[in-house]
């Protein structure tokens, strides 16, 4: 039986849309899990089997998503995150998490506010 060469298996990433009142506020392309620790009162790195919340792709925001333990403390948000493909985490990170709608609407109405059309 061959045993596969890890030097040439391939990584999968998964890329994921972090989602709050229906508005997409950030896309990931791993998951960073997090804890709270009461000992020194403050989010720890988890593994997903323990996980109460995850951490946003700028390293300075905590969420709580919605399918993980509670957290024990306020003040984090919750959120819901949705798996998606490539080529949607690489549209969304360029536009800044804002659908092509909601750029071309924006645009739209700013025209409009301008008397354009």
């Known amino acids: 039986m061959d045993i ?4 040439f298996m391939r990584c999968i990433t998964m ?3 972090v989602i709050k009142n229906d508005k997409i506020i950030d896309v990931l392309d791993n ?35 919605h399918t993980l333990y509670n957290v024990p403390v306020t ?13 949607e985490y690489r549209q969304l990170k360029m536009l800044n998490g804002r659908s092509i709608d909601d750029i ?3 645009y739209t109405l700013l025209l409009i506010d301008e008397g354009v059309i």
Do not use: C, R
């Open 4 to 7: 596969p060469n890890p030097l």
């Open 15 to 17: 890329y994921y849309k």
């Open 75 to 87: 003040g984090f948000d919750t959120v819901e995150i949705v798996e998606i493909d490539e080529y």
């Open 31 to 65: 998951l960073v899990y997090l804890k709270w620790q009461d000992k020194h009162k403050m989010m720890v790195l988890s593994d997903e089997d323990e996980a109460q919340a995850i951490l946003s792709s700028d390293k300075n925001t905590i969420w709580h998503e």
């Open 104 to 106: 071309i609407d924006a």
